[in-house]
Every structure is written in structure tokens, then in C-alpha cells.
């Protein structure tokens, strides 16, 4: 499994060294070009407007409001009686929401969903049910966020 994976390999740097890295990404001067060209070269399948919108939901806007939701868990530590604003937080879990999904369609791409619905609209000339409810669901589950690329 790919995720558990990654999230093992983060858990090998020090605090320290995570704060490096952090900042190492906050001072990269052209952030979305490289994001972009990265997400290029991971998913070569993806259409421009998916990686255009998986930038912003990572690096461009999901970055700030990373940024915003801890100065917020700061200032409340600093000052209790500053209200934990749950503007912030939404702000935060709607860039990583969409992140989620994405990271769902971005492997098959726009062709990948294409082909899907193709395949849905050829099955009920052959009559199966069955095969038709299962490609629904799978359609589905990419777009909820829920299908695990790592295990297929």
C-alpha cells in the first residue's frame, strides 16, 4: 500500500528536518509551475484542467490555508479567549477533500473516465446487469474518493 508507505517514510524525519522541508516549500519561488510540471510527469493520463485544479487544492491555495489553520491553532494558544474560527478549518478540509478525490481520478484520467462510461453504455446490449451495477459503483467510488489504485 502505497499511502501507509509514504506516511511511514515522513515518520523517519525528525521534527526538525520536517520543519526543513516545510521550508524549503514555502520559499520555492515559481511553487505552482513545479507543481504542475510534477503532476504532469506522475499522471501523464491527466487532462490540463485536472492538474490545473489538483495544483490549486495542493500547492496553491491548500498550502494557505494549511498555513491559516495553524497561525489560528497559535493565536488560541496564545490568547484562549481567541475563538478558534471553524472558517479556517472548513477552508482546510474542502482543499483536502477535493485533494482526496482527485487523487482518485487523477491515475485513470479523463480518457480513463470516458472509457468507463463507454463500457457502461455498451454493457446492457449484452444483457448483464450485474456487470452494469458493478462499473456504476466503480465509477462511483472514483469519484467519492474511495477506490485504491495502490491494491488494484
Do not use: C
Not at 509551475?33 to 493520463?45: D, V, W
Not at 489560528?72 to 478525490?101: A, M
Not at 487523487?103 to 457502461?120: F, S
Not at 451495477?133 to 495502490?150: C, H, I, K, P, Q
Request: hydrophobic fraction near 40%; glycine fraction near 4%.
Amino acid at each position: 500500500m502505497q499511502q501507509s508507505q509514504d506516511a511511514n517514510t515522513l515518520k523517519q524525519f525528525s521534527r526538525e528536518q520536517r520543519w526543513e522541508i516545510i521550508r524549503t516549500l514555502l520559499q520555492r519561488s515559481n511553487l505552482s509551475s513545479q507543481a504542475k510540471q510534477a503532476f504532469r510527469q506522475a499522471y501523464p493520463n491527466a487532462p490540463e484542467e485536472m492538474l490545473k485544479t489538483a495544483v490549486f487544492h495542493t500547492y496553491v491555495d491548500g498550502i494557505e490555508a494549511v498555513i491559516d489553520w495553524l497561525v489560528d491553532l497559535e493565536l488560541f494558544l496564545r490568547e484562549p479567549s481567541h475563538q478558534l474560527d471553524i472558517g479556517v478549518t472548513y477552508h482546510l478540509l474542502y482543499h483536502l477533500y477535493n485533494w482526496y478525490q482527485f487523487n482518485a481520478l487523477l491515475p485513470d484520467g479523463k480518457a480513463g473516465v470516458l472509457e468507463r462510461l463507454k463500457e457502461i453504455k455498451d454493457l446492457p446490449s449484452d444483457g448483464d446487469i450485474k456487470a452494469i451495477l458493478t462499473a456504476v459503483e466503480e465509477l462511483e467510488s472514483m469519484f467519492e474518493g474511495g477506490r485504491n489504485y495502490y491494491l488494484d
